[in-house]
Structures are given as C-alpha cells and as structure tokens.
C-alpha cells in the first residue's frame, strides 16, 4: 500500500533554533499535503495545506511565520518551525491524499513527529 | 458541514470484558469513517475504515465498528479487551468537498484495568 514517511520521528532542540519535518509520499504523488499539530488530551488540529508548487494555505490563528512549508515537489513536504519556543512542543503529523481512488481509500498518515523544545 | 463527536473522553473497562467506543457523526454526503488509534509515543495507526460497502467493518487487532445511518453512528467494538488495548482512539470523517481534508473527533482515552 501507500506509504508516507515522516522524519524525524523524535526531535529535541534548544529554545529559539528551527526545526524541519519532512514528509514524503514514496510511491505515489501527491500534489496537496496536510499538516496537524496534536496538543496534548486533544484531538488533531489542522495547521495547513501544502500545495505543490505554490503557498501553503494556512488555518485561522496558525502563524504563516512561524511555521514555514515549502512544498518542492510532488513527493516531499516540509513543515519548519521557526525560533521554536516550549509552547511549540507538540506531536505533528503530515498526511497526503492519493488521487484516483474512491474516497476512504486516498488517505495516508506519515507516523507523527514529536517535538520538545526545552 | 460534516462534524464528528466521540461521546466519552475516558473508558476504563477490565481486561477480557468487552470494549464500547462510542462516535457519531453528521455529514451532507455519505460518509467515509476511520477509526485511528494512538499508542503512547508511536505514531497513528488505521484500525478500520467504512467507504460504503459493508456496514459492518472489521479491523485489526479484533476491532470492529458498524456503520448505521439511522443512528448516525459508527461505534467501536472489541469482544475481549486486551492490556495493549490501552491507547488513545480517534473517530475520523473524510469531508469529500474540500480536498479530502479530515475531521477529527476528539479522542477517546481507553483505559485497561487488569
């Protein structure tokens, strides 16, 4: 089946470096991307859709500066968090829609990446 | 709009008995439900998925749900509770209009005693 990787699946960085999570659909292209972020005892929360090959678009209250995605190509998107703070410790977790198939079928998660920022 | 609400934050349930996971869901389509589960420190896994065929769906792990329009319904079921049950559980609807985006219910927590 599909798969999409994620990575890194645990990172931890100091307060105010950037973190990058990459998210790869590796056999199957996708031109849209979703990033969600999961706070903790809550469900997941959309951040925003990349879109290959133009600006992401991003949910209501989700800074654009902040959380930088670069979508470069059809099999890869990029979720940056810049100057990252404790408050942005979080799970995030990307997923990619496979076109062609009946809907229910088109879904594929990547595992998640959990960021401390100490 | 589609919609999608897990009616208990917590379940604690004793191992062996059975597992009741309640969501339902509103939708102006017919639906495609998921049903995730969330093991701590490990990423999201597929238990099942309903895309208008079977109402009644098999999962791994001996979960089960059944797609009920009447009831709006699409509850999770496990005859025998296992301890590696214990996790978080996710009721998902795919919103067919808008990019294949998905609405998340809120999680339920399952909690096995022994």
């Known amino acids: 089946g599909a798969v999409v990787s994620q990575h890194p699946s645990w990172v931890i960085c100091k307060s105010g470096t950037s973190v990058k999570i990459e998210c790869r659909s590796l056999?199957?292209?996708?031109?849209?991307m979703f990033w969600y972020r999961q706070f903790p005892k809550q469900s997941l929360m959309l951040m925003a859709t990349?879109?290959?090959?133009?600006?992401?678009?991003?949910e209501q209250g989700v800074e654009k500066d902040k959380f930088l995605i670069n979508h470069a190509s059809l099999t890869l998107s990029t979720l940056t968090v810049t100057s990252a703070h404790p408050e942005d410790s979080s799970f995030y977790i990307c997923?990619?829609?496979?076109?062609?198939?009946?809907?229910?079928?088109?879904?594929?998660f990547g595992s998640g990446t959990q960021l401390s920022v100490l | 709009a589609q919609s999608v609400t897990q009616l208990d934050s917590h379940v604690s349930v004793s191992e062996g008995t059975p597992v009741l996971l309640r969501c339902n869901y509103s939708s102006s389509y017919s639906p495609s439900l998921f049903w995730y589960v969330q093991h701590p420190n490990k990423g999201l896994q597929l238990l099942l998925k309903y895309t208008s065929a079977a109402t009644l769906v098999k999962g791994i792990n001996g979960f089960e749900a059944e797609f009920k329009k009447s009831e709006t319904s699409f509850h999770l079921t496990k005859p025998s509770a296992h301890m590696s049950d214990a996790a978080e559980y996710f009721c998902v609807v795919i919103q067919l209009d808008s990019n294949y985006q998905l609405i998340w219910g809120a999680g339920t927590k399952l909690i096995i005693k022994p």
């Open positions: 056999d199957f292209q996708a031109t849209t």
């Open positions: 997923s990619a829609p496979r076109r062609g198939r009946p809907p229910g079928e088109k879904l594929f």
């Open positions: 990349s879109n290959e090959g133009s600006k992401a678009t991003y």
